[in-house]
């Protein structure tokens, strides 16, 4: 009876060893632990492309968690809380437009930009509210 204990204590501990290692590498094979500049993206898009999804809500083409890269117009760049975001557009004054939160790594190649700049990011979509939503940014070459 001790040695039947003794084995289901064991299998036990191994089913929860198991269990943990298969989540350590889910999380870490997500898009935020993913180096997104040497990832492929799933679409290329303009920004006027995403901005008009967002306004016909049209949610089924882009799914979240997909890797993005976005073509388009600096609006403006923030830099508040030690965060750096920088929201897209196209030239036209739409009220819409796409944030991207950025990468920390990517604060000098930030500082050469400025307003109606034309310019690629990669990103990870997370959603659309008013706007689209993309994290884990960086500057596209």
């Known amino acids: ?22 989540v350590a590498m889910s999380h870490l094979n997500s898009p935020d ?9 799933n679409y290329r898009l303009e920004a006027k492309t995403i901005i008009d999804l967002g306004k016909n809500q ?19 760049i ?10 897209l557009g196209t030239n036209k004054n739409e009220l819409s437009c796409i944030i991207c939160d950025m990468q920390s790594n990517q604060k000098e190649k930030i500082t050469k930009l400025k307003p109606n700049d034309t310019i690629k990011i990669k ?7 008013q706007d689209a939503i993309f994290l884990n940014c960086v500057i596209s070459e």
């Open 33 to 41: 632990f993913v180096d997104i500049a040497k990832v492929e993206p």
């Open 1 to 22: 009876m001790r040695k039947f204990r003794f084995l289901i204590g064991i299998v036990l501990s191994l089913i929860g060893v198991l269990a943990l290692v298969y």
């Open 78 to 87: 923030n830099d508040l809380n030690d965060r750096i975001t920088i929201l």
């Open 123 to 129: 990103g990870v979509f997370k959603g659309f509210l």
């Open 58 to 76: 049209d949610s089924n083409y882009l799914r979240t968690e997909n890797v993005v890269e976005i073509r388009g117009v600096v609006k403006e």
